[in-house]
């Protein structure tokens, strides 16, 4: 039995943190989140360097060739230290895609590029107010062009490619656009996360290459969101383990009524809520970190497990810590607003809490999985 | 990570499981359940006793216990590998649990040499049943408020007072009880520690009706009981301390809700059928049932990051601790949900319906959310055991335990 991370990867985790402190992550998002940036190009520059972005990737494209579970701990220190770079999409979204689904020629292109940092990958699937479902989609690939626009598409300003979610004849199919073509417009949007940037992305006829089996790309799709729900599941425990050590340093370091905060009741259930809460989205996450690196039957049960739990985890710390805070909480000048702003897109960018809910329900249908 | 055992774990599993396969009956999905426990026509307690003293003599009824006292000093991985494959067999369950599990760890730490070869193997073979006399009808989350009276007489003690919630006092043997010895003193400093006979002139047992309808508690009257020193625990003064070690293993041993959970209430959905339709096509439905699934997986892994630290020889986390506020609250909303599906048919009771768990969770689940610790006193205990935060400004600090508001 052993459902840990072993003590390499724990060294990893460690590394990763020391890293991130030394930088002072938490400063540099503040920095961007004051500012018109929508990520630090020093702190990425750094984490190139450091070969996360090849971690995934096998030694023959030059990458570390380590597991999902290298990924893993770098995603919770990521998440607990709100790191501003591109990180989530070039590397759980599009990184993953090609590997996954790639043809050996795009491999060879591509992976090597991934690793130095010359190409920066995301996903963009989004193109309404109504989730995407393999009939909605309505941007097209027809004869290797793209048109149509999508929305909410993260990192596509620094990014350089776009695995692509498109109608292509009956089927949908997932292909890679390069972003820096005359035919593709980016235009940022307003997003609720100042830290993070989310882009409407219109393709007029944009060169787009097919990755993977054309008709398949829906399919393709849902397996590559059951991967970036785990790896963004371990960013949400990072999350909610900061939201809870700042309220559990505030509560004992804030006095009312001639006594610290944390001595009243109201505020210890409220802390042990949040304990309750991430102690259980931190034992779902491992379990989902066991499917996805062992590529077990259950990864889409594990995969929703890990997402709904965490998503709640977060929700649930990030919120609490502002109220235990008070009125400082609410403010711009303390930290809090960070995670809050971090868990909700955190929520939102794979899809709603309730769709997750639902994928939940289905894997248990199809599955017939038992506890 | 991986959810295989090492070797030895597995070997381990193999030879319990081979002496369960030999010695019991797999269950199935008719006898997994306590109402259904296969014991013949023997009582509860017989079929219990039997199973007990098959184990003893075997060697399986205290694994972790030294050789001397009839365990075979297993690990903790050990044992919990034991307790898995038992617990996949009908055997009788609810007899012994308290004295071995509370009492066992206290007379092993506080008692004499020659107190241990005297109590201890009959405790484990099941000859001699033991029980928990902490709680009073005043002192129940504040424990340590206990007002049962010990006056020092000689070589003796006499004891009066009142006990209650207390398990299987009407057949066990032995207890284990906390007392007030000296009234003057502040709360916890006040407090001695015994181990008493049961048979003991003076002390009256009174069963308890349930909300359910069933008598597992008792109230224990002790009228002058007679308790020699040497069946003290612990120095005089230390009861605090001493009642601690147990409470540490309450909350180890009350831990899972057993009864209905995600699963049950899954099958039930589907099943279910109202106008055609069946209930787990109804969005609310599934939404509960998918925020049930997840905090039985949470669980269950949470379990198993315990059993990973300790397969390694490590110490577990802090994180065991959720376990009975979890599963309890869960067990009632299922149980509400099991009720509510049957529309106005959910109130009425059918011994012979599979549909009864769903009411015995229910009702069992308000009992649960109260027994070894309610959800209150184990979030104060996460909160300030884990989270560190400061204790909670008291009235009764510094006090002399006779100066303590009580209002009465």
């Not at chain 2, 039985?296 to 577990?316: H, I, V």
Request: aromatic residues 8%; charged residues 25%.
């Amino acid at each position: 039995m052993n459902l840990d991370f072993s003590d390499d990867q724990k060294l990893l985790q460690e590394e990763a943190k020391k890293f991130l402190t030394k930088e002072d992550a938490l400063k540099i998002n503040r920095a961007v989140m004051d500012s018109e940036k929508t990520y630090d190009q020093d702190l990425w520059n750094k984490i190139v360097e450091l070969g996360w972005t090849g971690i995934r990737i096998p030694e023959e494209y030059q990458g570390l060739g380590l597991s999902h579970l290298e990924l893993c701990v770098i995603a919770e220190e990521l998440g607990r230290q709100l790191a501003p770079v591109p990180f989530s999409s070039s590397v759980y979204l599009f990184t993953e895609t090609l590997i996954e689904f790639g043809s050996e020629e795009q491999k060879h292109a591509i992976l090597p590029k991934l690793v130095t940092g010359d190409v920066i990958g995301t996903l963009a699937i989004a193109e309404t107010n109504s989730a995407p479902t393999k009939s909605n989609i309505s941007v097209e690939l027809k004869d290797g062009k793209l048109s149509g626009t999508k929305i909410a598409v993260p990192d596509a300003e620094v990014a350089t490619h776009a695995v692509v979610v498109a109608k292509n004849g009956d089927s949908v199919s997932l292909c890679v656009a390069d972003l820096n073509s005359d035919d593709v417009d980016i235009t940022v949007q307003r997003n609720i996360d100042e830290s993070r940037g989310y882009y409407s992305v219109s393709f007029d006829g944009a060169n787009a290459e097919v990755v993977g089996d054309e008709e398949s790309g829906w399919s393709n799709l849902e397996k590559i969101m059951d991967h970036a729900a785990v790896l963004f599941s371990f960013e949400q425990i990072g999350g909610a383990q900061a939201s809870l050590d700042m309220a559990n340093t505030y509560a004992k370091e804030r006095y009312a009524f001639g006594r610290p905060i944390g001595s009243f009741q109201s505020m210890k259930h409220k802390l042990a809520d949040m304990y309750v809460a991430l102690t259980l989205a931190k034992s779902n996450s491992f379990y989902g970190a066991w499917a996805l690196s062992s590529n077990a039957a259950e990864l889409p049960t594990a995969a929703a497990t890990a997402r709904v739990s965490a998503t709640k985890a977060f929700q649930l710390c990030s919120q609490e810590n502002i109220q235990t805070h008070g009125g400082n909480g609410f403010t711009w000048e303390y930290d809090c607003h960070m995670f809050y702003k971090r868990s909700k897109v955190l929520s939102l960018n794979l899809g709603s809490l309730p769709s997750w809910r639902e994928k939940l329900i289905k894997s248990l249908e199809q599955a017939n999985i038992k506890l | 990570m991986d959810f295989n055992d090492t070797p030895q774990e597995a070997e381990f599993r193999a030879k319990c499981r081979a002496w369960l396969e030999a010695n019991a009956e797999l269950k199935t999905k008719k006898t997994n359940s306590a109402k259904n426990m296969n014991v013949g026509n023997k009582s509860l307690l017989e079929a219990a006793a039997e199973w007990q003293k098959k184990k003893y003599d075997a060697g399986w009824a205290m694994i972790h216990w030294p050789k001397e006292f009839g365990g075979i000093g297993a690990t903790p991985i050990e044992r919990i590998i034991w307790a898995q494959e038992e617990s996949k067999f009908n055997v009788p369950k609810g007899v012994y649990e308290i004295g071995l599990g509370m009492a066992g760890p206290v007379m092993m730490e506080y008692a004499t040499d020659e107190q241990k070869e005297r109590y201890l193997p009959p405790m484990a073979e099941g000859k001699e049943i033991w029980c928990q006399l902490f709680s009073e009808p005043s002192a129940g989350s504040d424990v340590a408020g206990l007002r049962s009276k010990a006056v020092q007489d000689g070589e003796n003690w006499i004891v009066n007072g009142q006990k209650v919630w207390t398990s299987g006092a009407h057949f066990s043997d032995f207890g284990i009880l906390v007392v007030r010895h000296d009234p003057g003193l502040e709360k916890h400093k006040g407090l001695t520690f015994f181990f008493v006979d049961m048979k003991s002139p003076g002390i009256e047992v009174k069963p308890i009706k349930q909300l359910t309808g069933g008598s597992s508690f008792n109230e224990v009257y002790f009228n002058d009981v007679v308790i020699p020193d040497s069946q003290r625990l612990g120095e005089i003064g230390d009861g605090w301390k001493v009642a601690i070690t147990t409470l540490m293993n309450e909350r180890l041993a009350v831990g899972d809700a057993d009864g209905v959970d995600a699963n049950e209430a899954f099958e039930l959905a589907k099943k279910h059928d109202k106008d055609g339709e069946q209930l787990i096509d109804n969005n609310a439905v599934r939404e509960s049932i998918a925020d049930w699934y997840c905090e039985a997986s949470g669980l269950k892994n949470t379990k198993l990051r315990t059993m990973s630290a300790l397969s390694r020889g490590d110490t577990p986390g802090p994180e065991a601790s959720i376990t009975k506020i979890v599963s309890a609250n869960k067990l009632q909303a299922i149980g509400n949900f099991g009720m509510d599906s049957s529309d106005m048919s959910g109130m009425l009771m059918d011994e012979e319906s599979d549909f009864i768990k769903f009411q015995m969770a229910w009702m069992g689940a308000a009992g649960l959310r109260i027994a070894g610790g309610t959800d209150e006193i184990l979030k104060n205990i996460i909160a300030e055991r884990v989270l560190g935060l400061p204790q909670e400004a008291r009235a009764d600090k510094g006090l002399a335990f006779k100066d303590i508001p009580s209002g009465s």
